[in-house]
């Protein structure tokens, strides 16, 4: 199996890269921005699982190069995971600063699209693969805190799910992964209630597990799905009363 992992500097990517490493002694690509910190990671793969890995570099903001990037690939893909994200403070950096809210789009949304768009012709070509969209909660519902951040991964929701219904009669899987709170580079100056908050292995787990089962939406941790339906639940007119 060779899996492509994009935005793999991620906490939670590298994760995902091992516990594919370690069930199906996969062929990893680990593609992201910063190639020194990925090399290191290739370097842990290798020595760890004895398993094939290399990396390459991989903007998803620079949405010009994303044909030509996966032309460039010599193995073509089985199964490929959208792992980058970007998350800045809302209130003081997102609210106020356009750029950064165009920011956290194209790395979440539109950039992630327009590349996997490129993913699902080869793939609906093929006749096979699976594509692995890791979104989040935060999607479900938006928040005065973090509801630019949350848009975005709605709109990601709702691509993966429109992507799926076209690719389901090609013999193409798409899986939407919708974490809560993870212990990540992303959340580390957040307090996060440590009940709630997984490591990045525990969904690395769940996300695998999943495949397996090829499951069309996954909650991560379980119990995010019964804490999203009561929050789905509550009334617009009491909801937008409240501090969340
Ligand atoms: N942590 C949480 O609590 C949480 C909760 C729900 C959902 N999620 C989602 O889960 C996914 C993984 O999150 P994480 O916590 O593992 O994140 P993370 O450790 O903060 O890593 C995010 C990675 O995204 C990559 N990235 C950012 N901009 C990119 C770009 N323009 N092109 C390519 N790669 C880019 C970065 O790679 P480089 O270093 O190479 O730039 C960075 O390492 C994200 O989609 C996130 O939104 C996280």
């Given at each position: 199996?060779?899996?492509?992992?994009?935005?793999?500097?991620?906490?939670?990517?590298?994760?995902?890269a091992?516990?594919?490493?370690?069930?199906?002694?996969?062929?990893?690509?680990?593609?992201?921005?910063?190639?020194?910190?990925?090399?290191?990671?290739?370097?842990?793969?290798?020595i760890?699982?004895?398993?094939?890995?290399?990396?390459?570099?991989?903007?998803?903001?620079?949405?010009?190069?994303?044909?030509?990037?996966?032309?460039?690939?010599?193995?073509?893909?089985?199964?490929?995971?959208?792992?980058?994200?970007?998350?800045?403070?809302?209130?003081?950096?997102?609210?106020?600063?356009?750029?950064?809210?165009?920011?956290?789009?194209?790395?979440?949304?539109?950039?992630?699209?327009?590349?996997l768009?490129?993913?699902?012709?080869?793939?609906e070509?093929?006749?096979?693969?699976?594509?692995?969209?890791?979104?989040?909660?935060?999607?479900?519902?938006?928040?005065?805190?973090?509801?630019?951040?949350?848009?975005?991964?709605?709109?990601?929701n709702?691509?993966?799910?429109?992507?799926?219904?076209?690719?389901?009669?090609?013999?193409?899987?798409?899986?939407?992964?919708?974490?809560?709170?993870?212990?990540?580079?992303?959340?580390?100056?957040?307090?996060?209630?440590?009940?709630?908050?997984?490591?990045?292995?525990?969904?690395?787990?769940?996300?695998?597990?999943?495949?397996?089962?090829?499951?069309?939406?996954?909650?991560?941790?379980?119990?995010?799905?019964?804490?999203?339906?009561?929050?789905k639940?509550?009334?617009?007119?009491?909801?937008?009363?409240?501090?969340?």
């Amino acid at each position: 199996m060779n899996l492509l992992v994009l935005g793999a500097n991620s906490d939670v990517a590298y994760a995902v890269a091992a516990a594919f490493a370690r069930h199906e002694k996969a062929s990893i690509l680990l593609a992201s921005r910063n190639m020194e910190l990925l090399e290191k990671k290739v370097q842990d793969l290798t020595i760890r699982y004895g398993v094939e890995v290399s990396c390459c570099y991989f903007d998803v903001t620079d949405f010009e190069s994303h044909s030509a990037f996966y032309e460039s690939l010599q193995k073509k893909p089985d199964v490929v995971v959208y792992s980058a994200g970007y998350m800045p403070e809302q209130q003081e950096d997102a609210q106020k600063n356009y750029k950064e809210a165009q920011k956290i789009f194209a790395i979440n949304f539109s950039g992630a699209a327009a590349m996997l768009e490129v993913v699902a012709a080869d793939f609906e070509k093929q006749g096979h693969g699976t594509i692995i969209g890791i979104s989040s909660v935060a999607g479900e519902r938006g928040r005065q805190s973090n509801y630019i951040y949350g848009s975005s991964k709605a709109a990601f929701n709702s691509y993966l799910s429109g992507m799926r219904n076209r690719l389901c009669k090609r013999g193409v899987h798409v899986m939407t992964v919708l974490p809560g709170f993870i212990h990540t580079k992303m959340t580390e100056s957040l307090e996060l209630p440590e009940l709630l908050t997984a490591q990045p292995e525990e969904v690395a787990e769940d996300i695998y597990r999943a495949f397996r089962k090829k499951k069309n939406i996954i909650y991560t941790k379980w119990f995010w799905r019964w804490i999203m339906a009561v929050i789905k639940g509550i009334p617009e007119a009491v909801f937008k009363r409240m501090g969340l």
